[in-house]
């Protein structure tokens, strides 16, 4: 079915995606609350990139530890508003009217989950670049970038197969 022609359903939420979705708007406010805080403890020049090792190996002026939670925000903004249109998605199987509802549902809950996962990587981004910035060295960088693609690819794949068993 092609997506002009999909159905457009109301999608109930359930208790747990309240739950994610009120984690996510704390997270986001937590991360700023994070990135204010810390701005006025940094030096004028901060990590902006690091190695696959946790090395940094890019500088900037301290402001730039804004743009990783503005980046965030943009992007919690955009999902915020794409979940609400789940007839727009791409899916893995043809939207039929029988399977509609389904395959909405869960692709609303991987966006859910993925926003939440967004904000937790960039906060953790966040941290580590405040570490950096003030002289806290330690060997928890490759543990960071396991977190993040785990954090990643776990949610998608879980969704996936779901909407595979939906069809």
């Given at each position: 079915m092609e997506k002009q022609q999909r159905p457009l359903l109301k999608?109930?939420?359930t208790g747990t995606d309240?739950?994610?979705e009120g984690l996510s708007y704390i997270a986001l406010v937590a991360l700023w609350i994070f990135v204010c805080v810390v701005y006025t403890k940094l030096p004028e020049t901060i990590p902006t990139h690091f190695t696959g090792s946790g090395k940094a190996d890019g500088y900037g002026d301290n402001e730039t530890?804004?743009?990783?939670?503005g980046i965030c925000t943009v992007m919690f903004i955009g999902m915020s508003f794409i979940q609400?249109?789940?007839h727009w998605f791409n899916f893995p199987v043809e939207i039929t009217p029988e399977n509609a509802q389904k395959q909405y549902t869960t692709a609303m809950k991987m966006i859910r989950m993925?926003?939440?996962t967004i904000v937790i990587i960039i906060g953790l981004i966040e941290f580590h670049t405040y570490k950096s910035s003030i002289g806290i060295t330690d060997d928890t960088s490759q543990l960071y970038i396991l977190a993040i693609l785990g954090l990643v690819y776990i949610p998608i794949f879980?969704?996936?197969i779901?909407?595979?068993?939906n069809s």
């Open positions: 999608i109930e939420i309240k739950i994610i530890i804004f743009l990783g939670a609400r249109k789940p993925l926003k939440l879980y969704f996936l779901q909407s595979s068993k």
